[in-house]
Structures are given as structure tokens and as C-alpha cells.
């Protein structure tokens, strides 16, 4: 079975600048999540999808970052303008059904993340 | 405010004996809590689960133990193997709706060989 796809791997920009990051979830994973990792620490949640619905995106800082999933499958997290701060590693996962704690079938699948480095 | 807490940055072990790694929290309301490895330059990657109304699971070389009054979570690795050399993050859900995860910092574990 395919893991979490997410492209680019490694990602350069100067502060101001836009970036754009790529991700396709486990088939038939109707949850996607993205997250940043800032080195030293651990995950923290940016934004859940439930299909193409958001369900969480509190911790996002929206005036700088939007996400999409329109067709429910694959989706994309943007940065726009980036700042120095946003240097990172951007982790997408994807789970089956959250909820059911327990069952297993929430357990999070983490793709390779893309590591955003801004000047 | 951090919420779930591994306290140790670093852990060294020799092979062929056990790893404990800790991890405490402090939310009352999680009920779900798991171990994610993860090896430079890749993604996290499950290992194991236990949820609230268990204080073990077990699965081969790996054991999770919850103690719910101390609010402390464990994880064991016997016998630990240098392939075991990676940063261990511990986590923890609370469900209410989004069942979204909170992570600790991470230890690291190398396995000496």
C-alpha cells in the first residue's frame, strides 16, 4: 500500500516570498492533516480536513497561511508571504476515521514532510 | 502551555538491553495516547497505541504502560537493537471532535552497539 506522498522534499525561499506544498494521502483516508515541525520540537497541527471540509484549522495562522482539499483526495498548504519564522518541516498525515479511539482506525500516517528553509 | 511533556532530550542504551522512555501530561481529558519514531529525514512512523481504559499494550519488543492517576505514559524497548536508534515523540489525543494529536518534544534514543 502507497504511503502519504508529499512534494517538494526540500524547499528554499527569501522571506516575502510564496511557497506551495503538495500532498496525497493514503487511499481512501478521508482525514489529512498538515503540520509543522520546527526543529527541536514536536509536531504541532495546522489544519485537519474531514473529506473537503475543515474541522480544525485553529492553530493556523491565517493571515499568512491557507490549505485546500477541494476534490477531498489530495491537498496543498500555502504560505504567502512567508517569514523567517515559518523555517520548518511541513509533515502531512492522513487517518481513516477519527473518532474511534481505540479501533486504531484514527492512528495518524505521517508522509516524508517538505523542509522549508527561508532566508 | 505544553501539554505533553518527554522530559528527556536524549537517551543512550546499550544493545540487547531495555529502553525506557517517559513521557508525562498533563490534560485529564486525553484518552488516547501513542508512540511515533521517526529517522532523519522522514516522517514519523506509528509504533504503538493504548487508549485510556487499558495501562498496558504490548507488541513484540515494544510495551506501552499508562498510569493514569500519575499521568505518565512509557515506553519500553527490550531488547533494544541499534536499528532502534531514532527520536521517539509521545502523543496524545482527547477526542472532542477533531481527535487532533498533541506531541511532546521527543527523545532521543541511541542504541550503542
Known amino acids: 500500500e502507497a504511503g502519504v506522498a508529499q512534494s517538494p522534499r526540500y524547499k528554499i525561499i527569501e522571506k516575502r516570498q510564496s511557497v506551495a506544498f503538495w500532498c496525497n494521502p493514503i487511499?481512501?483516508?478521508?482525514?489529512l492533516y498538515w503540520y509543522q515541525q520546527i526543529l527541536g520540537q514536536g509536531p504541532k497541527l495546522l489544519i485537519q480536513?474531514?473529506?473537503?471540509?475543515?474541522?480544525?484549522d485553529s492553530q493556523l495562522p491565517k493571515d499568512r497561511f491557507s490549505a485546500e482539499r477541494l476534490k477531498g483526495v489530495d491537498s496543498t498548504l500555502k504560505i504567502q508571504p512567508a517569514k523567517l519564522e515559518d523555517s520548518a518541516v511541513y509533515l502531512c498525515?492522513?487517518?481513516?476515521?477519527?473518532?474511534?479511539?481505540?479501533?486504531?482506525?484514527?492512528?495518524?500516517?505521517f508522509g516524508p514532510g517538505t523542509r522549508l528553509t527561508v532566508l | 502551555d505544553q501539554q505533553v511533556k518527554q522530559n528527556s532530550p536524549s537517551l543512550s542504551v546499550q544493545e540487547g538491553r531495555i529502553s525506557i522512555l517517559n513521557c508525562d501530561y498533563t490534560?485529564?481529558?486525553?484518552?488516547?495516547f501513542l508512540w511515533y519514531k521517526k529517522y532523519p529525514a522522514e516522517g514519523p512512523t506509528f509504533l504503538i497505541s493504548?487508549?485510556?481504559?487499558?495501562d498496558k499494550n504490548e507488541d513484540g519488543r515494544f510495551t506501552v504502560f499508562l498510569n493514569k492517576s500519575a499521568k505518565h505514559l512509557s515506553l519500553h524497548i527490550v531488547p533494544s537493537q541499534p536499528g532502534d536508534s531514532a527520536v521517539y515523540f509521545c502523543?496524545?489525543?482527547?477526542?472532542?471532535?477533531?481527535?487532533?494529536?498533541?506531541f511532546g518534544t521527543g527523545t532521543r534514543l541511541k542504541v550503542l552497539a
Open positions: 498525515a492522513s487517518s481513516l476515521e477519527p473518532g474511534t479511539s481505540g479501533s486504531g482506525t484514527d492512528t495518524q500516517y
Open positions: 487511499s481512501g483516508h478521508a482525514t
Open positions: 480536513f474531514q473529506n473537503n471540509g475543515v474541522v480544525d
Open positions: 490534560n485529564s481529558m486525553f484518552d488516547y
Open positions: 493504548i487508549s485510556s481504559i487499558k
Open positions: 502523543a496524545a489525543s482527547a477526542g472532542g471532535g477533531t481527535y487532533k494529536y498533541i
